[in-house]
Nanobody, 124 residues
Framework: QVQLVESGGGSVQSGGSLRLSCTVS????????MGWFRQAPGKEREGVAR???????IYADSVKGRFTISQDNAKNTLYLQMNSLKPEDTAMYYC??????????????????RSQGTQVTVSS
């Protein structure tokens, strides 16, 4: 069974940085997509970033230039480096994974495999 386990959430002041990690196990697809999404209380889920097995990345406009998604295949780990954090980035963050299909062109919250989530809080 595919398992995604996150780490790295926490509290930070506005302008600060955090790096989220997502260790993926028993995910053996050669062609795939992975991503991050978030949900704040009272708000809809928002796809944040996606990465494909060939290294292509896609970002939400709200995080472009501030967040970077990357992967370390040797460590089976997905990362989200978050810089210049703003209070509006406060949310529960989730990682997700999907074997390559048309679903990869939808938001990561629609992917087959998702993590439990980690809280990110940015104070002003």
């Amino acid at each position: 069974q595919v398992q995604l386990v996150e780490s790295g959430g926490g509290s930070v002041q506005s302008g600060g940085s955090l790096r989220l990690s997502c260790t993926v196990s028993r995910f053996t697809y050669v062609n795939y997509c992975m991503g991050w999404f978030r949900q704040a209380p009272g708000k809809e889920r928002e796809g944040v970033a996606r990465i494909f097995n060939d290294g292509r990345t896609i970002y939400a406009d709200s995080v472009k230039g501030r967040f970077t998604i990357s992967q370390d295949n040797a460590k089976n780990t997905l990362y989200l480096q978050m810089n210049s954090l703003k209070p509006e980035d406060t949310a529960m963050y989730y990682c997700a994974a999907q074997s390559y299909s048309l679903a990869c062109y939808r938001a990561p919250y629609d992917y087959n495999y998702r993590s439990q989530g980690t809280q990110v809080t940015v104070s002003s």
